[in-house]
Nanobody, 116 residues
Framework: QVQVLESGGGLVQAGGSLRLSCAAS????????MGWHRQAPGKQRELVAV???????NYADSVKGRFTISRDNAKNTVSLQMNSLKPEDTAVYYC??????????WGQGTQVTVSS
C-alpha cells in the first residue's frame, strides 16, 4: 500500500521561508506526477504546484516566482521551497502522487501558518 508522508510545515513570519518535503513508499511503480495542494479554512482545496516525472512543472499563479517544486525520482520524494511567504499562504498543505494505472495517493497534510 502506498504511503505518502509530508514534513516541514510550521509557523513563519511574512516574508520568511519554509521547505516542505514528501516521501512516497510502499510501492514498486513510479509516479507520473507529484505535487502539492493546499486548503485554507473555508476555502476549497487548490493546486499549488506539480512536477512530472520528466521534470515539467506547473504552478498556481498566486505562488509563481515565490515557490519552487522539485523531485527526486530515485527516492520518490518531492519538495516545495516556499519563499516570500504571505499570510494568504496559510493553509494545510497536502502532498499527492499520481500513477496513471492506480490513481492518486494523498498525505495527511501539514500546517503552514504565516503571521503578518
Amino acid at each position: 500500500q502506498v504511503q505518502v508522508l509530508e514534513s516541514g510545515g510550521g509557523l513563519v513570519q511574512a516574508g520568511g521561508s519554509l521547505r516542505l518535503s514528501c516521501a512516497a513508499s510502499g510501492h514498486k511503480f513510479s509516479f507520473n506526477r507529484m505535487g502539492w495542494h493546499r486548503q485554507a479554512p473555508g476555502k476549497q482545496r487548490e493546486l499549488v504546484a506539480v512536477v512530472t516525472n520528466g521534470g515539467n512543472t506547473n504552478y498556481a499563479d498566486s505562488v509563481k516566482g515565490r515557490f519552487t517544486i522539485s523531485r527526486d525520482n530515485a527516492k520518490n520524494t518531492v519538495s516545495l521551497q516556499m519563499n516570500s511567504l504571505k499570510p494568504e499562504d496559510t493553509a494545510v498543505y497536502y502532498c499527492y502522487v499520481f500513477n496513471i494505472a492506480v490513481g492518486n495517493y494523498w498525505g495527511q497534510g501539514t500546517q503552514v501558518t504565516v503571521s503578518s
